[in-house]
T-cell receptor, first 114, second 110 residues
């Protein structure tokens, strides 16, 4: 069983469209995250959700909105896609307050905006 | 936690040791991590070190921590072609968030 799974793995879409990326974890973790990895491989945290509450938003445009229907899922919605949104998006999960295990990451979603 | 720095590239010959360096920013970080990312794949946790330790060894991996200088290193002994990947150091900072370094692309030459 995959611990953190993201769908789709690849997403190609036109500018201006609205798209969603789904993420599910079966580890029983209470915190989930979205990271963006750009073309230079730099990884930046976008959001984290703990017990269904947003606890961080790092200078991310409000076109991006995380939605968590339950603590096992954190989906990423992106409105009015722009060329600069092209990147690999990683979902991750962890158990709050238990840092030694770090985060468990999904395998990523490569978003290409044309 | 925003400016964790690493050298971008490292090349070594197969069988040699690799040393990947990292400078972190938050002196209150309790744990520091090394992650590996193979081409087209996600991030895999390699090892971590608690901030009150100077060194941790795990098979071919040795982590050294210099808290005074906020310097972390990862040594890979007997480097193999399968070790070719991008290696990220990361620190826990602030509200339990993981901040990553810029990544070091390790190329192992056969």
């Amino acid at each position: 069983d995959t611990a953190v799974s993201q769908t789709p793995k690849y997403l190609v879409t036109q500018m201006g469209n609205d798209k969603s990326i789904k993420c599910e974890q079966n580890l029983g973790h209470d915190t989930m995250y979205w990271y963006k990895q750009d073309s230079k491989k730099f990884l930046k945290i976008m959001f984290s959700y703990n017990n269904k509450e947003l606890i961080i938003n790092e200078t991310v445009p409000n076109r991006f909105s995380p939605k968590s229907p339950d603590k096992a899922h954190l989906n990423l919605h992106i409105n009015s896609l722009e060329l600069g949104d092209s990147a690999v998006y990683f979902c991750a999960s962890s158990q709050w307050g238990e840092p030694p295990d770090g985060y468990t990451f999904g395998s990523g979603t490569r978003l290409t905006v044309v | 936690g925003e400016d964790v720095e690493q050298s971008l590239f490292l090349s070594v010959r197969e069988g040699d040791s690799s040393v990947i360096n990292c400078t972190y920013t938050d002196s209150s970080s309790t744990y520091l991590y090394w992650y590996k990312q193979e081409p087209g794949a996600g991030l895999q946790l390699l090892t971590y070190i608690f901030s009150n330790m100077d060194m941790k060894q795990d098979q071919r991996l040795t982590v050294l921590l210099n808290k005074k200088d906020k310097h972390l290193s990862l040594r890979i002994a007997d480097t193999q072609t399968g070790d070719s990947a991008i290696y990220f150091c990361a620190e826990i900072s602030g509200a339990n968030n993981l901040f990553f370094g810029t990544g070091t692309r390790l190329t192992v030459i056969p």
